[in-house]
């Protein structure tokens, strides 16, 4: 980034200060639905849902980290609270002892399955509807184009 960026002209700052909007009220909402009807972060429901995908519900750790977008620091430490609840449990690789993998648990899988409909339902209410199919695969193209960025910038998160 240089000092000679240039500014944002009506459109663009139009659209980054409605995006600003939604980055700040969307997290703590859908944390709050799942809170409240779950009893765990948005974070926890997308680690225990990622494994829920994969067969033999299992990730290696460093896979299940860049699926949650998270710094596998962080990711440890969450996997840490989730194993205290008997929602998944670390394990080493079979066929790597370099490699930890993550496993989801029949409990964790149930709390998920309990959890799945509610959250669904708030991700419906809040981002999809009244979102045709075009602006949904448009939406999905800006998504994945902003992420990138994020992750060739050389810029560091407050996670990792």
């Not at 399955?113 to 979102?131: F, I, K, S, Y």
Request: charged share 25%.
């Amino acid at each position: 980034m240089t000092d000679d960026a240039p500014w944002l002209d009506a459109e663009e700052q139009e659209a980054w200060l409605a995006l600003v909007g939604v980055l700040l009220r969307l997290g703590p909402a859908l944390d709050s639905q799942v809170q409240r009807d779950s009893g765990m972060t948005h974070f926890d429901y997308q680690v225990l849902a990622m494994l829920s995908d994969e067969p033999g519900r299992r990730l290696p750790m460093s896979e299940l980290a860049g699926r949650v977008n998270a710094s596998l620091s962080r990711l440890s430490h969450v996997v840490k609270k989730l194993e205290a609840r008997g929602w998944v449990q670390r394990s080493p690789s079979p066929t790597s002892r370099r490699v930890t993998e993550c496993t989801l648990s029949e409990e964790g899988y149930a709390v998920l399955v309990e959890a799945a409909p509610g959250h669904v339902g708030t991700v419906r209410q809040l981002v999809l509807d009244g979102l045709s199919r075009d602006q949904v695969r448009q939406l999905t193209a800006i998504a994945a184009t902003i992420r990138g960025n994020l992750e060739t910038s050389g810029l560091r998160t407050l996670d990792g």
